[in-house]
């Protein structure tokens, strides 16, 4: 377990070296979601007189390379950024699990070496942080992967929504002509 009481106890416990690492990373990636969220391109298609925006399910998914961005192109904002949020902090997390198995698996290491008794402790605490770690990381992983699958089909829903209310403009019009 972590032994950090808080967010900010924990933010305080890491090295300087994982600190930059992940504020780069976090950095770059809303720097890349921001861009790319406002250049989404619908392809135009028509039903009769009333134009509709169809999206491509094929670009929901590459869209889905960057963590919810596949949903804000469906149109699903709020599940983009839980989305987001989600992979963003189980990553984090991972990340941070596994420079504490890294940690304690370097002093298992240095322990067996020398001979000491503690180094059983030192193992299952490793152990421990890496089971977590994969954890972590395995999850966001399933989520990003999810969140592809389901940019995917939200893209389909989107399109037959939009055909189905052409189809039904077109028909009111029909019959006012009549």
Known sequence: MIQANNIIDWIFYLSESVK???STFVIIIIITYLILSLSAVSVIGS?????????????????????????????????????FLSVSALGGLGIRTDAEYRSYYKQYKELV??????????????????KLSQFFLYTAVG??????????????????KMQS??????????????
């Open 113 to 130: 070496y020398s001979g000491s008794s503690q180094s059983p402790y030192y193992y299952d605490k490793a152990n421990d942080y890496y």
């Open 20 to 22: 930059l690492r992940i």
């Open 47 to 83: 039903v009769g007189d009333v134009e509709i925006k169809l999206i491509s399910p094929i670009g929901a998914i590459a869209r889905s390379a960057i963590p919810g961005w596949g949903q804000f192109y469906t149109h699903n904002k709020f599940q983009g950024v839980l989305v």
């Open 143 to 160: 989520i990003w992967v999810y969140s592809a699958i389901d940019s995917y089909i939200d893209a389909h829903i989107y399109n037959a």
């Open 165 to 178: 209310s052409a189809i039904d403009i077109n028909s009111q019009r029909l019959q006012t002509i009549k």
